[in-house]
Every structure is written in C-alpha cells, then in structure tokens.
C-alpha cells in the first residue's frame, strides 16, 4: 500500500472491525463505489492488497481511490439497506460498471410442490412457480428474505428425504420430510410468506386475525395457537423492517445535512475569495484552464467549470491543442484554448483561473482582452507557492493555509490539472496501441480502427482470446491468429 495517499493510509490504519458500509471517492470526493461488510477492516483492506489478483475492473477502480468514508451500522441487514440507499443516491460509476452483466434476482416460492420452498434466483423459468420481483434493490430484498426464512421456516433442500436434515435440527425447517408438519398446517405458512411478498402485511394480520378468533370459538386451541404463533412473527417482521429502515433513514438525513453544510461551505469559500480579490460580483461560475503534453507531442488543454464553490461536470470542456503540436509551448497552447473557448462571449465566467504563474496568465490575458473582454477578472495560480497573480498588481497574492478562499482556488486548479491529464492519458495511450498494431502482419488502418472500437486499451485486447478477436469486425482467422501469437510473445 506504498502508493497511497497519506490519508487513505490513515483511513486504512483505523477501519473497525464491524459491519457497516463504505463509500469509495475519488481525488474530487465524488463517491465512485459504496459497498457494506461484516467487518469493515477486512473487507475494505482486501481491496489493496495483492493488486494483480483483481479483474481489471477492480483495479481501474482502485487506482482511482483517493479518499474512504465508513459508517457503521448495527448489523449486516441494516448494512445492506444502507448500501443500497446510497447506491440509489450517488450512483456510483464502479457500482455500475462492475455488476452491469448481472440480472436483477426474483425471489421464488415452489407452489406446485407439496411443501414449497422460497429461495432467491435469477433466472425466471415457466415451471408453476410464482416469482417475486426482479428486485433492483437488492439489498433490500435480502433484508426481506432472511426475516422471511427466520420468521417462517420452509423447506430448502431440493429433494425430500426420509428423515430430517440439520435444518430442522437448528429450527431451519419444520421437517416434512419427518412428518413433523402436515401439509395443511404447512400450507399456513406458505400462504403467509406469499401475502409478504405481495406487500399486503396489513391484508394478512388480519385474516390471521380473523382465523385465530374462529379456531378459539370452536375450541380448536392449537389450531388458534398457530395462528397466534404466525400473528406474532408477523408483528416481528413488520417491527424489524420498520427498525432497520427508520435508522436508515436517520443516517440518511444525517448525510443530507451534512452535504447542505458543505455546499454553505463552498458557497462561503467564493464570497471570501471574492473578497480577496476585489471582484464586484458574486463568483457565480469559474473557468479553470490548465495545459498537458509530453515533451510538446498529444499536446491537450482542460476547462473546469465551478458554480458557487462546487464543480459542475457537465460544463467540462477538452480541447487537443494544433497550435503548438509537436514543440512543447504552453503560452502559445493556452492562448489558444482561451481563444477557442472565449470568442463567441458564450456563457461568460465571473472569474478565470490559469494554472501558471505570470507568464501563463499574460499570454492568456493577451488573448482575452484582445477579444474584448476587458471587464473579465483573469487570475493566476502559481503551483510552486501557491501565489495568486493578478495583472494589476506586481505583488502575489499569499493567502493563509487554512484560508477557505486557497482551499478552493487550489480545488479548482487541481482538477483542471487532473481532467488534462486524464485526457493527454488517454490520447497517449490511442497512439501508443496504434504503433504497436503497426508491427502486427495482416493489420491494417481499418482492422486497427475496429480492434481500437472493440478494445479500449491493449491490456484488454492482450487479454481477448483468439476467438473473441476474430470476432472483430473486419478481422479474418490469419490476421486474428497474427495478433494473437504477437501479444502472447511479449
């Protein structure tokens, strides 16, 4: 774990051995996983140890992991309402991607055997069976099937026996292959697990009512009892839900409130750093620039957008820079993106940020008020002292380090650096696999483009079989053969 940050480290070191849930961010705290436990500090270590061991979607994850968030819960149960309460809330890009190849489970009841059994499944046969969902909530569904098992005891085994298993033994199951449970009395139970499934709780504790009352009429007790008995693991049922979601709920509100007290934070932060640099407008929208390239070659510009203190991603812009493509020149590179972004006055900032010192911001000063826009508040941001420099001043502005105003420049600036260089990445990477392409016999410009479409980086394509290439559009058996036996050779 030597590569982590400093206070992942941290988080890592103080994880609880008990059940909750945690939520994975990345460097911009937006949550890109959230999973639960049974023991917080085992699961969550799991992640970071022994790498190579991950599918590859895991460790695309976790390479992106800045910043954990726990929160314990009481049980596993309330761990997985929780869970999917804010899977629901952020939906998290990991959570997407690494179950988009699983069907949603249906919870079924056998009616068509003798003694029924309920068990969850994810294929939906036509086989007299009655289904359940599909439960996109999973959690949730969970929940609800271990009170049902607990609550009301069925058989699960797949075929009936002569003599009963540990199950029964342990109160898992009442025995009909025993015969300690008549097929009637079995029968109560049924009906009343399929009337919770079927949401009519209230339906239910009133027909068992009703039932209890006549069998006690004509004297019938253990009959009447039954009933008692299946009232009262109802009642238990209906308490436990009820306890688990209304915790959920307070954790809920409690997150809520803490996400408003953070927007009031960042709303505060862009008064003050309004404030500090002698704007006369509210810092509604801030632009961000910054510039990527490796030695001048895949030469890219970012544009971050921030609306009263916090990033607004759908404003996010990136630009592959022509001007100086080929030869490293950030000034000409940032003049460029300025002009390209500015000068059709299309949805002005109140404030620019360059990521630079003096010379990045003239040059980009230069461009902007050639446009002119003279009225609009250009600023640079120095990495190395995080100085901020404004044209009319000859000082720098130095800011304290607990200033809210630094805390949110030094966001912005940070991820402007950080969508360039996701995209120079990215870029860099195309070219990469493209040169290596070249070498391969029987792949040319149009198989290159297919294999580029199918596979987004030579680790998957390294990792396709010879069948899933050849599978590729426009591929023939020799050509995927070729590539094959190329990348295996590495």
Not at 17 to 42: E, F, S, T, W
Request: glycine letters at 6%; aromatic letters at 8%.
């Amino acid at each position: 774990m030597q590569n982590l940050s400093k206070k992942l480290q941290q988080n890592i070191a103080i994880l609880p051995d008990q059940p909750g849930v945690y939520l994975m961010r990345d460097v911009n705290g937006k949550v890109i996983y959230v999973g639960k436990a049974i023991n917080l500090k085992n699961r969550v270590r799991s992640y970071f140890r022994n790498l190579a061991s991950h599918s590859p979607k895991v460790r695309a994850m976790v390479e992106k992991i800045a910043d954990l968030e726990t929160i314990l819960c009481q049980s596993e149960a309330e761990a997985l309402v929780l869970e999917c309460n804010l899977i629901k809330k952020f939906r998290p890009q990991y959570n997407i991607s690494l179950k988009d190849d699983k069907s949603y489970p249906c919870i079924k009841v056998t009616v068509q055997e003798d003694f029924p059994r309920v068990f969850a499944t994810r294929r939906k046969l036509k086989d007299g069976a009655k289904y359940f969902g599909p439960y996109t909530d999973v959690g949730s569904m969970q929940v609800m099937f271990g009170f049902l098992k607990k609550l009301f005891p069925m058989r699960t085994c797949g075929k009936m026996g002569k003599r009963p298993c540990l199950n029964y033994h342990i109160g898992r199951c009442p025995g009909p292959c025993g015969k300690f449970i008549s097929q009637k009395d079995y029968a109560k139970r049924v009906e009343c697990v399929l009337m919770v499934l079927a949401g009519r709780t209230k339906d239910l504790e009133k027909d068992l009512t009703a039932k209890m009352q006549t069998a006690s009429e004509n004297l019938e007790f253990e009959e009447a009892g039954q009933y008692r008995d299946l009232l009262s693991a109802l009642a238990s049922f209906n308490e436990g839900h009820k306890a688990v979601t209304g915790r959920v709920q307070k954790l809920m509100k409690e997150r809520t409130r803490l996400e408003n007290l953070q927007l009031k934070d960042d709303v505060a932060a862009a008064k003050e750093l309004q404030k500090v640099l002698v704007i006369d407008h509210p810092l509604k929208r801030m632009d961000c620039f910054d510039i990527s390239h490796t030695q001048g070659s895949e030469t890219v510009a970012s544009m971050v957008v921030f609306r009263k203190g916090t990033a607004s991603k759908k404003d996010y812009r990136k630009y592959k820079i022509q001007s100086a493509e080929g030869k490293p020149d950030d000034f000409k590179s940032m003049q460029e993106v300025v002009y390209r972004r500015y000068k059709d006055y299309e949805d002005l900032p109140d404030l620019v940020v360059i990521d630079g010192g003096k010379g990045q911001l003239s040059s980009a000063l230069k461009v902007i008020r050639g446009l002119g826009l003279n009225d609009l508040p250009v600023v640079g941001l120095a990495e190395q002292n995080e100085e901020i420099f404004k044209p009319s001043q000859r000082k720098s502005i130095v800011l304290p380090k607990d200033s809210q105003a630094l805390h949110l420049i030094q966001r912005i600036r940070n991820e402007a650096h950080r969508f360039a260089i996701t995209f120079h990445r990215k870029l860099r990477s195309k070219r990469n696999l493209v040169s290596v392409l070249d070498h391969v016999e029987g792949i040319g410009p149009k198989r290159r483009a297919a294999l580029w479409k199918e596979y987004k980086t030579l680790e998957a394509m390294h990792q396709a079989t010879l069948e899933e290439l050849q599978a590729v559009d426009g591929m023939t058996r020799s050509a995927a053969e070729a590539l094959y036996e190329f990348f295996h050779k590495i």
